[in-house]
């Protein structure tokens, strides 16, 4: 099993800049899908982002298209996500999450359900 622990939230000023970091532990890390996904207070998970196991194919949601990039470093076991031009309306609970292939059937990569494995979340708060 994987276990994923998030780092690099916090509080920055509209328009600043963050790094977060998704530290995964556990066997084939490899060969998972990751995704970045948050959750403002009262709204249900959002999608952010993902990056194929290789590193090769990235997905954005339109809203963080050009200003979040999605990377991972496999000797690091690490996936981040560097976040430019932060808005007020960035601020949620960021989660890294895995697909390890146990959800299976016609389920969106974009969508929550298809990842198995999450960590327990970073805040980030972007002030006006």
């Known amino acids: 099993q994987v276990q994923l622990v998030e780092s690099g939230g916090g509080l920055v000023q509209a328009g600043g800049s963050l790094r977060l970091s998704c530290a995964a532990s556990?066997?084939?890390?490899?060969?998972?899908?990751m995704a970045w996904f948050r959750q403002a207070p009262g709204k249900e998970r959002e999608f952010v982002a993902r990056?194929?196991?290789?590193?090769?194919?990235?997905d954005y949601a339109d809203s963080m298209q050009g200003r979040f990039t999605i990377s991972r470093d496999k000797a690091k076991n690490t996936v981040y996500l560097q976040m430019n031009r932060l808005k007020p309306e960035d601020t949620a609970v960021y989660y890294c999450?895995?697909?390890?292939?146990?959800?299976?059937?016609?389920?969106?990569?974009?969508?929550?359900?298809?990842?198995?494995?999450w960590g327990q979340g970073t805040q980030v708060t972007v002030s006006s």
């Open positions: 990056i194929s196991w290789s590193g090769g194919s990235t």
């Open positions: 999450a895995a697909d390890g292939g146990v959800v299976t059937g016609p389920i969106t990569g974009r969508s929550p359900r298809k990842y198995d494995v």
């Open positions: 556990g066997r084939t890390f490899n060969n998972y899908v």
